[in-house]
């Protein structure tokens, strides 16, 4: 079995590392016959070329890399890249071949929608207003993307409502469309009529930035009726793109292979 090597960004906060631990485990529980192993971009260990140095002293010729990531951003376009092009030159007999990143699947869209529902909030009410956070980029193309993944969200409901808002600080041009800050996002929905904020995470662990939004909407939640939705990894549909993601590289690699 070809080796899945999940790729995940790393934190400073143990939760995060445990909270993806967890979903990789839920996978291999699902599906016992794959070859499930973790590694981290940052912060966190094994590292992504111990766990590729790994399965090549162990005698693979092919292992599959699916990146953790929710946006194509600095750690999808450079930084792994550049890690795996490290691994190929060390272990020239393995094969390493990278997946589509998790990106605005629409299971992890639905994901999302399901958490929020699961934070008390009724999917028929129109005036929940939804401010859906996520990490941020100084890519612009990056947070644009974030951007159109809100109204999705809001699909198949009865709100209308919804704003898009990151944990850091995001490229201005980005700002001026109905995007920034917790608060300017929470505190517009509030001005559009929405009587019952939630905040919703568009990142897949807990962690610290997640803990600044969450403490960012903290003043409103004196006033305001504010809900908290749980990230993404507390949802199966994390662990089921995981494995589509892997299955689809296999099968282009067997497709070039056959070509």
Partial sequence: MIPLIAVAHGSRDPRSARAVAAALAAVRDRYPELDVRLAFLDLNSPSVPQVLDAVASEGHRQAVVVPLLLGSAFHARIDLPALLAES?????????????????DELLVAAARDNIIAADVSPDDPTVGIALCAVGSRRVGANASTALVTPRVLTGTGWTLGRTCFATATEPSVESALTGSVESALTELTRSGARTLVLAPWMLAPGLLWDRACAAAGPLRDVHDV?????????????????????????ASRSLVAA
């Fill in 88 to 104: 190929r030159n060390r272990n020239p007999h393995l094969d390493v071949v990278s997946a589509d990143i998790l990106g605005d």
């Fill in 227 to 251: 809900h908290i939705a749980a990230t993404l990894t507390d949802h199966e549909a994390v662990g089921a793109v995981i494995v589509s993601r892997y299955l689809s590289a296999v099968a």
